[in-house]
């Protein structure tokens, strides 16, 4: 069970309206943690907010476009007068993918302000607020597909090499502080977008994650961070940070062909 006194009483999760981030909401509330949940969409935020609630936490919502200027702002007002122990950024997603050279520059714009800029703002502000308690804990969430790149998700891709450093960064910076840092890394899992987004997950021999799994499996290694790989992917993560690159990028393209029914 995770540690109130450690990571509590509350928890800010970006991203907590449905799927890992709702996973991640039931989990810590069953725990007892108070939660701030930040997503979007105002009904999937409600319906997860309530569901929650049954386990007799207090449990606040906004609903945010993170892409908001003043998106920080925002969430101060809600959080500034509570202690938030544990930061969950569950929100990078792509958000436009696209052949880059003959995509729109804005979009590629916003998947890398949602992705790279607000999790850095976030990690900013509640890290610091860690650091000076001596205690917290910090979990960014990351994909196998920021150790390769990849077509039509090239910035997304590259976004996430990028939180993958950082929070390798981050990690060396706050941990002396009895802060915790970990890149929760995440292969493909069974969420409500991802079924939107039309994946075949019944691909021979693909290891398929359900996201209660992966939030489970990320909240019991908080402290073995800098990086976990999630869903029995350590072997994956391995092979595609290898060489030669030319024959790794093709075939990791080739198996998202299928992955995504092209």
Known sequence: MIDINQYGPWAVIAGGS?????????????????????ARKPGPLEETAEKVRTHGVEVRTLSLDLLATDALAQIRRVTDDVEVGLLIF?????????????????????VIELNII????????????????????????????????????????????????FAESLWLELEPHGVHVVELVLGVTRTPAMVRAGLNFDIPGMIVQEAEDA?????????????????????????????????????????????MGR
Not at 90 to 110: I, K, M, Q
Request: glycine fraction near 16%; charged fraction near 25%.
């Open 215 to 259: 939030a489970r499996e990320g909240l019991e290694h908080l402290t073995d961070g800098p990086i976990w790989i999630a869903g029995g992917n350590y072997e994956a993560a391995q092979k595609r940070s290898g060489f030669p690159r030319d024959k790794k990028v093709k075939g990791a393209a080739e198996a998202m062909r299928k992955l």
């Open 90 to 110: 569950n929100a990078g997603a792509n958000s436009y993918g696209h052949e880059f050279v003959t995509g729109d520059l804005d979009g590629f714009r916003g």
């Open 118 to 165: 607000k999790q850095l703002e976030l990690s900013h502000h509640f890290g610091g607020l860690m650091r000076d308690r001596g205690r917290g804990g910090i979990m960014l969430l990351g994909s196998l597909a920021g150790y390769m790149g990849s077509e039509h998700q090239s910035i997304y891709a590259a976004s996430k090499a990028f939180s993958r450093v």
């Open 18 to 38: 449905e799927g890992v981030g709702a996973a991640f909401a039931d989990e810590l509330a069953q725990a007892g943690f108070n939660l701030v949940l930040i």
